[in-house]
Every structure is written in structure tokens, then in C-alpha cells.
């Protein structure tokens, strides 16, 4: 019988121990029977306090050390072929790298093209790349981050056939790039541009002007970070010439941080940084002849004010070079001839608010081409001849493509990723190039994801769900045969299964006659008879989307816990969100967080309608956009949240970035109210939940200036506040035990707050 109650407990079913052990009592004898009884329940609860005590639970410092992330397929690159792929793979325990060539076929490792233990030189590879006839492997080592994507590292070559390895340069430099031809890397060092011949082992610096206000073939802060890209050079098809960009960026105001680290004195880190209707970089691009190194630029009839994307494709002498204005609402699209010197206008996109931009541009075997846009109201392919003329709109439908994979020459199929399912989730799909013939490929619930071979003959498939850590499976794609799983995280699932968390619940809320999507995490043990706090999470960006189903990270399973200590989580994708259409997306423009705020703040009202939820403790919290939004809406909607948090939060647009903030705003000149009205900064006075501000000091991205000022408008207001500053940090506050101490402190003001 003790050992009855014993399962009974273990699987967490206290009425069940309670009838049990009533029944045992009630069925035996009388004197002696007493005695055992007492014995017995003692004994027992000595048991089940001990069970209790060994209830697995979240370890934190596992948590942000990042043990609980899946295992993922890292760095698989397609070969020419069309039926072997390459991946990195390293050992840990022999502290080496290595990359190998499987077939798509079979999945066999066919060969080890690159091992670091066969070289003296310590090399932990964190990326590589091929030439262009896969003769060469360029090897990316000792890689230290400048920015959110810039990066600069010891860089090496290896001849696959002669198995000589050779140092790029002993310097750490910035995206190197083999030419097409494969007999010359170029890269960028100290903001010049120069090129090493690989048989001759020579290097040539190839621009000279590169200083402190000019930039040769490296992006600058502001394109790095709203554009997406780095590497502003590329080699023309026959490998003679280099055509890149140069940023002359002596208008461009300065900004300042002081680093704290740990000398007598702090010094200044000093960068130009464009802000709000301030003046961006003057963009020039130049075209360069490797030979007699004779640098001509490329003029415009109309200057262009940006110049977001550059790349040769088209034909050999064809440079695709895409324009926007300042507005961002009048995107070009040009070919243009490096011979000639011809520009031809390709595509015209304007739009009352904005046009974003985007990577799916592709040519295909004809010169024709294909490209994405949402003239219809939704993001849609669409099929244009060489010269620019529309063939065919390929997709339509009140859905969305998200990605753009591949064209198969073969079948004449375009392979992508849409939302045609369900706005919160992923599908994969196959359509001809006419718009006809469409099949599914993947559209299981969740977030289906692929990676294609060079000609779409195969793709590795990726999968997951907010139940089902990310797996990895290898299909044939004309028949869609799956060949073989590649990866699971079974054992990671089998762990945080043990840890009873809850799962997301995913539904939507009316609210402005809107179903806004939305998930909830509520108590492993939640009983709808009694009243939970709420804690809402939103970002609320311009085309982001937060309710998605599809595995989430460590903050996701930092929420679950929260739920577990007796809270209820939300999150409500608001206006402004993406994947639902253009119009849903651009009603904030000119308005940055009025109706996002406005719709948390009637979302969190109809939350708090809800028997189970205590409308008296609804909380809100957001990092970055959703830091200024947690903001404004505990100050603009005092009466409905009692605290918030802020992390690195905006607190007037003014204070960031031109690219972004003026895609959505204008300028503060132009559109003055749009950036005071709904700035955090003129509501300190109506403070009156709990509050805590976090920022990193040296955050290049969302300056700690924002954070200064708001906690200067709260202590002028006689406004109580906790606020954190973590020295030396940038916009992710992350490094050593920074992570864990973040989200401790951040769940303690939960606790003792809401």
C-alpha cells in the first residue's frame, strides 16, 4: 500500500494520495492497525517531502548559458553539383574543426575536405565559404564582433587540391571575397580595400583614402544596421574589375560613450551616427580595374540619396543597383552596364508610406527575373523579362511570402515560404514560374523552414513547433520523398519535459475591431476558479511578429517559469505587426507607437474582463521597441497597468537612427507631433505604477541617452522609479554572468511588484 500512495504521488495527483491513504486506514483493523498507520504516514511524508525537495526545476545559470538551446544544422552549403552539401562540423573534446561533403543521395560522408587537426596552426573555424570552382576554401578564425553584423577575423585560404593552407593576411580584416576566375581574395583592412593573388602570394592595396570619415567597400554604422549588409564591394563576373561603395561620412554628427572597463580612467568610443533628420554619409560607387588600377565612378542622372543593394547579375557586365530616396517610398531598381556605362530601369515601387527592402531579387536561366513586392496589398513573386516588363503576378492571395528559396530550371518551379496557412505560422511550397501547378511541400502546424540545393533537385527541411524543439530532415524534391532524418533535440525535449511547463496557448483578441494574434502561458497547475496576475511581453515593431508558433528561446522558457511560480504571460501582436498585409502593417505610419500602445492597453483591459485574471496586477515588459512601448503604455495607461519594464528603450524617436526611424516617421521636422506625442518622455508626470528602467551603457545601437532622459523627466516629476545600468554592455546586455543577473532582477521586480 505504501508503495501505491508512493506512484500515486510521483505523478502529482494529491486527491488521489489523499483518497488512497483514507482508504488504507478505513480497511484495516483497529489497535495495532493504529499504530502502523501512524508510522506509516510519517514515514511516508518523510518520502514525500524528499521527492518534493528533488522536483527538477529551471537551472538560471544553465539556462543563460545557453544548455537549453537545440542543436541546430549550422554553416550547409549547397555545391555546384546539385547532389553533395558541406557542413561544419567541430569536436569539442579534440578542440579541432572540420568540413565535410556528404551526398544529398544517400547522406554518406563522402569525403573530409578540411580537418584542423592536420595543421599545426590551432584553427577553430566559425564559418567558411568556397571559389567559385570549389577549388579553395576561404577559413574564418579568431573572429572579434564590432557591430550587430560587422565583424573582423584572421582569415585562411586552403587548396583542396594541392592541401596547402595559407594565411590571408596576419592583420585581422573585414569580409574577404574570392574573385569569380578564384585566384584573388579582396578584403578590407583599416577602410581600404586591397586584393592578394593566391599564386603569387602578393597583396595590393587598391584605395587609399580610407580614414576616420571615409569608408572603402564597408558599410556604415546605419546601413550596417537598418540595410543588413556589410560588405559594400563586389567582383565583376570576368574577375578584372571591383565595384564599390564609398562612405564619406564627415557631415555625419558624432555620437560618444564613455567605456568604463577597468583602467584609472574611462576613455571615449566615438562613432558618427546619423539621428533623426539629421545628415547621413554621401554615398559614392566607384568601379575599379584590378590591373591598371584606374577607379572611375558610376554617375547617376539623379543622384541617389541611398543605396541599399548592389550586385552583378543579369549577364557579365550587368550591375543591379537598387535607389530609395530619403522618404523611403520611391525604390528603383536599375541595370547597369560597366562598359557602356547604360543604366536601365528595371522596377519602379512606390507607396504613400514606405517601401521595405528586401533580398528577392533572382535571376533566372533566361535573364528574366523574379521578384517580390506588396503592390497588391500583400507580399507576392512576380516575373519580369530582362528589360523589365511584368510577365506574370507567379502568387496571389490574402497571404504573404516570407521567403523567396530557389528556381529549379529543370521543372520551371519556384520554391517559398508563406504564411497562406495561418498568419502565425510557416508552410513550404512549389509553384511553376507561371503561376500554375502549385503543391505543398511542407505545411505541417508549426514553422517549416528549408534550405535547397543549388538547382531546388533537394532540400534539407527544418521543423518546429511551440511543442517540438527544431529537427532536420533530407527530401527529394520532384517527388517530395523524404530520404532521411538528419537531427533531432529528443533528449532536450525529454529534459524540459521533466521541468512541467507549460505550453503556449495560442488565439486571438478583438480588440479595435481587430483579432490581433495572441499566446498565453498559464501555471502547470492553473485552476480557472482563482485570480492570477497578468505580465504582458510584446516587441510591437514595424513588420515584427512575437505569436508565432515555432520553438521558442531561453526568454520563452524564463517565461514558462514565471507562469509556474503563479503568474499568467501574454503576448498580443498589435498593429503595426507583420505577415497580416500591407494596410494592418503601415496604419502606424507618421505614429510610431500610438495605436501599438493603444491597442496593449484595450488588449490588457478585455485580459483583465477574464474570471481567472486580477485586473488590479497587470503588468507589461518589452527589451528595445517594446522597451519604449512598456513605457508609454504604463504612463498612458496608468490606470490599467501597475508595472512595467523598460529594457534599452527608445524614449523619442529623435534620438534614433534616419534609415529607420524616418522609413516610419519622416523627419522630426517634417512630422513634429509624430515624435512628441507619443514619446514617453511628456507623460513622466502621470507615473503612478511600479517602474524599472535596464540599459547597457554602451549601447552603440539604442543609446543610453534615451534611459538618461527619461529618468531625468521622472526625478523632476518627484516620481519613484528602480532603474540598472549595466556597465559597458551594448543593445543584447549580455557577457559573463551579465544574463543571468538581468533576467534575476528582472524576476524579483515581478515578484515583489505584480
Partial sequence: ??????????????????????????????????????????????????????????????????????????????????NHYTVLEQNAELNSSSIILYSYINLKEQVVLFDSK???????????????????LLLETLVDPIYRRSKQGIYWIYNLKS??????????????????????VAYVYRRNIYVKNLLTKATRQLTFDGDYQTINGISDWVYEEEFGFVRAFHWSPDSKKIVFMRFDES???????????????????????????????????????????????????????????????????????????????????????????????????????YVSIHDNLKFID????????????????????????????????????????????????????????????????????????????????????????KK?????????????????????????????????????????ASYNLSNKEFSTVNVNGFNLNMWMIKPENFDPKKKYPLLMFQYSGPGSQQVSNRWGDSRTIWHKDLANKGYIIACVDGRGTGFKGAVFKKLTYLNLVKYESIDQIEAAKSLGSLSYIDESRIGIWGWSFGGHMAAQCLLTGEEVFSMAIAVAPVTNWRFYDTIYTERFMRTPQENPDGYDLNSPLNYADKLKGKFLIIHGSADDNVHVQNTMRMVEELIQEDKQFEWMIYPDKNHGIYGGNTRRHLYTKMANFIFENL
Fill in 456 to 496: 531546388g533537385s533537394y532540400y534539407i527541411h527544418s521543423y518546429s513547433d511551440e511543442k517540438t524543439p527544431p529537427k532536420y530532415s533530407l527530401y527529394q524534391t520532384r517527388k517530395n520523398k523524404l530520404i532521411r532524418e538528419l537531427l533531432n533535440n529528443q533528449k532536450l525535449s525529454k529534459t524540459l
Fill in 251 to 353: 557631415k555625419v554628427p558624432i555620437f560618444s560613450m564613455g567605456i568604463y572597463g577597468k583602467d584609472t580612467y574611462p576613455f571615449p568610443y566615438m562613432f558618427r551616427y546619423p539621428k533623426a533628420g539629421e545628415k547621413n554619409a554621401t554615398i559614392d560607387l566607384f568601379v575599379l580595374e584590378l590591373e591598371g588600377g584606374i577607379k572611375e565612378p558610376i554617375i547617376f542622372k539623379e543622384k541617389p540619396y541611398y543605396i541599399p543593394r548592389i550586385k552583378f547579375d543579369g549577364g557579365e557586365n550587368s550591375l543591379i543597383i537598387q535607389t530609395i530616396n530619403r522618404h523611403q517610398n520611391n525604390l528603383k531598381v536599375f541595370s547597369y552596364d560597366i562598359e557602356n556605362k547604360n543604366f536601365r530601369l528595371l522596377i519602379k515601387e512606390q507607396d504613400k508610406a
Fill in 118 to 136: 592536420r595543421f599545426t596552426e590551432k584553427l577553430e573555424i566559425s564559418s567558411y565559404s568556397f571559389s567559385k570552382d570549389e577549388q579553395n
Fill in 1 to 82: 500500500m505504501i508503495k501505491s500512495i508512493f506512484i500515486h504521488w510521483t505523478t502529482k495527483n494529491n486527491m488521489i494520495f489523499k483518497l488512497t491513504l483514507f482508504n488504507f486506514l478505513k480497511t484495516k483493523g483497529k489497535n495495532d492497525c493504529y499504530i502502523f498507520k501512524m508510522k506509516s504516514f510519517y514515514h511516508i511524508f518523510f518520502i514525500i517531502q524528499t521527492i518534493i525537495s528533488q522536483e527538477y526545476k529551471v537551472d538560471y545559470e544553465k539556462l543563460w548559458e545557453g544548455d537549453y538551446e537545440p542543436k541546430r544544422l549550422e554553416s550547409i552549403l549547397s555545391m555546384n553539383d546539385d
Fill in 366 to 453: 533566361d535573364n528574366s527575373f523574379l521578384w517580390t513586392s506588396e503592390r497588391d496589398g500583400f507580399m507576392h513573386i512576380y516575373h519580369y523579362d530582362k528589360n523589365g516588363n511584368l510577365i506574370n503576378q507567379v502568387t496571389k492571395g490574402n497571404w504573404e511570402i516570407t521567403k523567396m528559396y530557389a528556381y529549379n530550371p529543370d521543372l520551371k518551379e519556384i520554391y517559398y515560404q508563406s504564411v497562406e496557412g495561418s498568419s502565425i505560422e510557416r508552410g513550404i511550397y512549389a509553384i511553376k514560374i507561371n503561376g500554375k501547378g502549385k503543391r505543398i511541400l511542407q505545411a505541417t502546424n508549426g514553422t517549416n523552414g528549408a534550405n535547397f540545393s
Fill in 163 to 184: 592541401k596547402e593552407l595559407q594565411k590571408l593576411r596576419d592583420e585581422k580584416v573585414q569580409e574577404p571575397t574570392f574573385s569569380p576566375d578564384g585566384k584573388n
